[in-house]
T-cell receptor, first 112, second 110 residues
Framework: DTGVSQNPRHKITKRGQNVTFRCDPISEHNRLYWYRQTLGQGPEFLTYFQNEAQLEKSRLLSDRFSAERPKGSFSTLEIQRTEQGDSAMYLC??????????FGQGTRLTVV | DAKTTQPTSMDCAEGRAANLPCNHS???????VYWYRQIHSQGPQYIIH???NNETNEMASLIITEDRKSSTLILPHATLRDTAVYYC???????????FGSGTKLNVKP
């Protein structure tokens, strides 16, 4: 257990539905990252927060995706109008400026 | 961030040393070499990182060539629990993201 908690661990949803995932980082970590991983591939960067500010978003993060970190602590990732191509593992990580990134166990999304 | 090249897969006998190579010929002077691993269905786990000197911790050793264009991660006594995908990443220290490639699938066999 790295101390980064993600919920839920698994989510099955019907195409077109909205889903929201939550990440609780290690408490003193001001940096938070979201990644997406499809089968057989390495994780791909989605977005990055420093405290509550979202400082970078990948082009992978279409307008159906939105991430928030309202008080600089936990973060949520919402996907609207899910598509089958959104099926993947969504990983959250946290760090400080001077530590390596610690990853959570991920949320596995299946869109049917 | 510089790109890395790793073999797709490697086998290692249990109890033997596992040597995982990584090529990063376009690495910049301020980029570090990081290694992470991912055991099936879990999030990536940090192993070790270094700039130009060899590094060792309780998990592994990292050997970086003098020209810094390649490196080797060494697991001194591989166990079955070391079976995982190992990712070599080059990154500016404190930069805000990692770029993972496809990694090396290490199979440790009894």
């Amino acid at each position: 257990d790295t101390g980064v908690s993600q919920n839920p661990r698994h989510k099955i949803t019907k195409r077109g539905q909205n889903v929201t995932f939550r990440c609780d980082p290690i408490s003193e970590h001001n940096r938070l990252y979201w990644y997406r991983q499809t089968l057989g591939q390495g994780p791909e960067f989605l977005t990055y927060f420093q405290n509550e500010a979202q400082l970078e978003k990948s082009r992978l993060l279409s307008d159906r995706f939105s991430a928030e970190r309202p008080k600089g602590s936990f973060s949520t990732l919402e996907i609207q109008r899910t598509e089958q191509g959104d099926s993947a593992m969504y990983l959250c990580a946290s760090s400080t400026m001077n530590t390596e990134a610690f990853f959570g166990q991920g949320t596995r999304l299946t869109v049917v | 961030d510089a790109k890395t090249t790793q073999p797709t897969s490697m086998d290692c006998a249990e109890g033997r040393a596992a040597n995982l190579p990584c090529n990063h010929s376009t690495i910049s002077g301020n980029e570090y070499v990081y290694w992470y691993r991912q055991i099936h269905s879990q999030g990536p786990q940090y192993i070790i990182h270094g700039l130009k000197n060899n590094e060792t911790n309780e998990m592994a050793s990292l050997i970086i060539t003098e020209d810094r264009k390649s490196s080797t991660l060494i697991l001194p006594h591989a166990t079955l629990r070391d079976t995982a995908v190992y990712y070599c990443i080059v990154r500016v220290y404190n930069f805000n993201k990692f770029y993972f490639g496809s990694g090396t699938k290490l199979n440790v066999k009894p």
